[in-house]
């Protein structure tokens, strides 16, 4: 499977007494501001704490700026049935929590319109309808015209829009020429019965959703088609969806919008996916079918993962249109890989559809459905979204949580026993340990106890080592996640015990001895694994200051060098945090029990 990408960009940018004659054609252009929803932008912010965490400062701020919204361009028009719609890309408002459409002449904004929404998002074409809130009367006077007719080669075309400059929309009127009336690429488009117009306007960044124009013999202006995309790498070579696929998708909307049988229309987007399935194509992809809300819960998750699994040119592919072409997008693609990864994996091919199911929750239509083969079973989750069915989850989808999303929010708990720890411990005076602990640690530390008054001693200490903690929780909103966590661990202890020997044979002698701890622990996480999948962190050094009670058997020769043996059982007790980091307490209290063998020297 290849992905769409590094060919095209998307035009679209990161971030009133003229109401009673006829506007121009600059009037009649509106601009489209898009603030995205909360989910979406809390994700976004999270990917961005992701790539800062991992030291990409350049790719965190660029998460950060396009989370705070974009600029499109887009126009109105009438429907057969006198209803007028803002049409724009669908890349331009998807994910959007508010709507705004603006109209301006050269001095000043003659109208807003606010509270706007989503009508319709066709699954194969990247164009919206919008629903404008406003009076109707005041809206008839910015309606163009839709011209179907052929355009040829060589005819004079013009592209009406607002790319940025500094960030805000700057109206531009650009002419061209017809470069090819009439091509087909698959890359941009998946409806082989459509095709593209290409032509020679010049059109940027803010562009996307605004008209290509033509005029008639009187200097009119009419709508030949919607800008949609252009070519980096090559000059003026930009493509417009055409306006017949307009008129195509309004009837398309009033179709599905008043047909009550959405059972019918479940059973008529599962029988294309089967076809996806069945099909040898290793080319085809399922992005068409992926809703906003799975990328909304997966989508930088499953991105993540898709990066982790290609090869390393693929991967910095991935990572261009990523960056350079869509977050958003690119997150709609990595989730088709990995659907296509699944369904191809059984090379039969012998898909069939077992059940459809069908719910509805608050006005919202959902379904269920389930594909088989001989060997393999795939539960798709539907919803029904902007007046199509679109994939809300599929299996395997509820296990790809990625835990380096969680690193905004402290750790809830973290409580682990340990047992089977070996040391090797030199006695009195001096006692370097090899000491594991916290649920497989591996270390080695040096003590020293220092005799005050017979049974009483101080120690003081240091242990460097290696840690991993399998009972961590971490949380997220309303979520906990159960991780795996590795690094590198530091502890300075100093504290006073008491120690009792206890006679017994003539060459042996029991010690037990309590001892009382308190320091500073440093943690350094380098690793972060939930279920058998690993996220790397560039670790955050964390520090917490901590007291320690030990309770320590030891049987050991009572002269000289020997071997010995015993066991220990420690709790500590976090009692606050040093650098307020994401992971602070990621080791909030512990308890310790080993068992082991020792020389004396």
Same mark, same amino acid.
């Given at each position: 499977?290849?992905?769409?990408?590094?060919?095209?960009?998307?035009?679209?940018?990161? #971030?009133?007494?003229?109401?009673?004659?006829?506007?121009?054609?600059?009037?009649?252009?509106?601009?489209?501001?898009?603030?995205?929803?909360? $989910?979406?932008?809390?994700?976004?912010?999270?990917?961005?704490?992701?790539?800062?965490?991992?030291?990409?400062?350049? @790719?965190?701020?660029?998460?950060?700026?396009?989370?705070?919204?974009?600029?499109?361009?887009?126009?109105? $028009?009438?429907?057969?049935? *006198?209803?007028?719609?803002?049409?724009?890309? +669908?890349?331009?408002?998807?994910?959007?929590?508010?709507?705004?459409?603006?109209?301006?002449?050269?001095?000043?904004?003659?109208?807003?319109?606010?509270?706007?929404?989503?009508?319709?998002?066709?699954? %194969?074409?990247?164009?919206?309808?919008?629903?404008?809130?406003?009076?109707?009367?005041?809206?008839?006077?910015?309606?163009?015209?839709?011209?179907?007719?052929?355009?040829?080669?060589?005819?004079?075309?013009?592209?009406?829009?607002?790319?940025?400059?500094?960030? @805000?929309?700057?109206?531009?009127?650009?002419?061209?020429?017809?470069?090819?009336?009439?091509?087909?690429?698959?890359?941009?488009?998946?409806?082989?019965?459509?095709?593209?117009?290409?032509?020679?306007?010049?059109?940027?960044?803010?562009?996307?959703?605004?008209?290509?124009? +033509?005029?008639?013999?009187?200097?009119?202006? #009419?709508?030949?088609?919607?800008?949609?995309?252009?070519?980096?790498?090559?000059?003026?070579?930009? =493509?417009?969806?055409?306006?017949?696929?307009?008129?195509?998708?309004?009837?398309?909307? /009033?179709?599905?919008?008043?047909?009550?049988?959405?059972?019918?229309?479940?059973?008529?987007?599962?029988?294309?996916?089967?076809?996806?399935?069945?099909?040898?194509?290793? %080319?085809?992809?399922? #992005?068409?079918? &992926?809703?906003?809300?799975?990328?909304?819960?997966?989508? /930088?998750?499953?991105?993540?993962?898709?990066?982790?699994?290609?090869?390393?040119?693929?991967? @910095?592919?991935?990572?261009?249109?990523?960056?350079?072409?869509?977050?958003?997008?690119?997150? !709609?693609?990595?989730?088709?890989?990995?659907?296509?990864?699944?369904?191809?994996?059984?090379?039969?091919?012998?898909?069939?559809?077992?059940?459809?199911?069908?719910?509805?929750?608050? *006005?919202?239509?959902?379904?269920?459905?389930?594909?088989?083969?001989?060997?393999?079973?795939?539960?798709?989750?539907?919803?029904?979204?902007?007046?199509?069915?679109?994939?809300?989850?599929?299996?395997?989808?509820?296990?790809?949580?990625?835990?380096?999303?969680?690193?905004?929010?402290?750790? &809830?708990?973290?409580?682990?026993?340990?047992?089977?720890?070996?040391?090797?411990?030199?006695?009195?005076?001096?006692?370097?340990?090899?000491?594991?602990?916290?649920?497989?640690?591996?270390? /080695?530390?040096?003590?020293?106890?220092?005799?005050?008054?017979?049974?009483?001693?101080?120690?003081?200490?240091?242990?460097?080592?290696?840690?991993?903690?399998?009972?961590?929780?971490?949380? *997220?909103?309303?979520? !906990?996640?159960?991780?795996?966590?590795?690094?590198?661990?530091?502890?300075?202890?100093?504290?006073?015990?008491?120690?009792?020997?206890?006679?017994?044979?003539?060459?042996?002698?029991?010690?037990? #001895? =309590?001892?009382?701890?308190?320091?500073?622990?440093?943690?350094?996480?380098?690793?972060?694994?939930?279920?058998?999948?690993?996220?790397?962190?560039?670790?955050?050094?964390?520090?917490?200051?901590?007291? +320690?009670?030990?309770?320590?058997?030891?049987?050991?020769? +009572?002269?000289?060098?020997?071997?010995?043996?015993?066991?220990? &059982?420690?709790?500590?007790?976090?009692?606050?945090?040093?650098?307020?980091?994401?992971?602070?307490?990621?080791?909030?209290?512990?308890?310790?029990?080993?068992?082991?063998? =020792?020389?004396?020297?």
């Amino acid at each position: 499977m290849k992905f769409k990408i590094f060919i095209i960009s998307i035009l679209c940018i990161l #971030s009133n007494n003229s109401l009673f004659s006829e506007p121009s054609i600059r009037e009649k252009i509106a601009i489209v501001e898009v603030s995205l929803n909360e $989910v979406i932008k809390d994700k976004l912010l999270q990917a961005a704490n992701y790539y800062q965490n991992n030291g990409s400062q350049n @790719k965190a701020e660029w998460l950060n700026n396009i989370s705070r919204g974009r600029y499109g361009s887009g126009f109105i $028009v009438r429907s057969d049935t *006198n209803e007028l719609f803002l049409i724009t890309n +669908r890349h331009v408002v998807e994910f959007a929590d508010e709507i705004s459409i603006s109209f301006e002449n050269s001095m000043e904004t003659i109208l807003e319109i606010d509270e706007s929404s989503i009508l319709y998002l066709p699954a %194969n074409f990247d164009l919206a309808l919008v629903k404008v809130k406003n009076n109707k009367t005041i809206l008839d006077s910015f309606v163009l015209p839709l011209n179907t007719e052929q355009l040829v080669d060589g005819q004079e075309i013009w592209a009406a829009g607002y790319p940025g400059i500094d960030g @805000k929309p700057v109206w531009q009127l650009s002419k061209g020429v017809i470069t090819n009336h009439n091509v087909n690429i698959n890359n941009l488009f998946n409806d082989s019965q459509n095709y593209l117009i290409q032509h020679s306007a010049p059109v940027d960044p803010g562009n996307s959703g605004g008209p290509l124009l +033509r005029k008639d013999k009187n200097g009119v202006f #009419s709508v030949s088609g919607v800008n949609t995309w252009k070519v980096t790498g090559r000059s003026n070579t930009n =493509f417009s969806i055409p306006s017949e696929t307009i008129t195509t998708i309004i009837q398309e909307y /009033f179709n599905n919008n008043f047909s009550d049988d959405k059972e019918d229309s479940l059973l008529k987007k599962c029988t294309l996916f089967l076809s996806f399935l069945k099909s040898e194509d290793f %080319n085809q992809e399922y #992005s068409s079918f &992926i809703s906003e809300k799975l990328i909304e819960k997966h989508g /930088f998750s499953i991105y993540v993962e898709t990066l982790k699994s290609l090869h390393p040119d693929a991967r @910095k592919k991935l990572e261009k249109s990523f960056y350079f072409e869509s977050a958003l997008e690119t997150m !709609k693609e990595a989730s088709s890989y990995k659907l296509y990864n699944m369904t191809k994996a059984d090379e039969n091919h012998n898909w069939t559809i077992d059940t459809i199911n069908l719910s509805e929750h608050d *006005n919202i239509h959902f379904g269920k459905t389930v594909f088989s083969t001989q060997k393999t079973t795939l539960e798709i989750d539907w919803i029904y979204e902007y007046g199509v069915w679109k994939i809300i989850n599929f299996s395997g989808c509820e296990k790809i949580t990625d835990a380096s999303l969680y690193f905004n929010n402290k750790p &809830i708990q973290s409580y682990q026993i340990s047992g089977n720890n070996f040391y090797f411990r030199c006695i009195y005076p001096l006692r370097p340990e090899i000491i594991q602990e916290l649920g497989g640690n591996f270390g /080695f530390g040096y003590s020293y106890d220092y005799e005050i008054i017979q049974p009483s001693f101080l120690n003081i200490g240091i242990e460097i080592g290696a840690y991993k903690n399998t009972d961590v929780v971490l949380q *997220n909103e309303n979520e !906990k996640l159960d991780v795996t966590v590795s690094g590198l661990y530091g502890d300075i202890l100093g504290g006073i015990g008491i120690s009792f020997p206890i006679d017994t044979e003539e060459t042996e002698q029991t010690i037990l #001895s =309590f001892l009382a701890l308190g320091g500073a622990k440093f943690y350094y996480p380098t690793t972060y694994s939930y279920d058998n999948y690993m996220f790397q962190h560039a670790g955050t050094l964390d520090a917490a200051l901590h007291f +320690r009670v030990k309770s320590t058997v030891e049987l050991r020769p +009572r002269s000289g060098m020997g071997m010995g043996y015993g066991g220990t &059982i420690s709790a500590d007790y976090t009692m606050t945090d040093l650098f307020n980091d994401a992971s602070d307490f990621i080791y909030k209290n512990i308890i310790n029990i080993s068992i082991g063998a =020792f020389i004396k020297v």
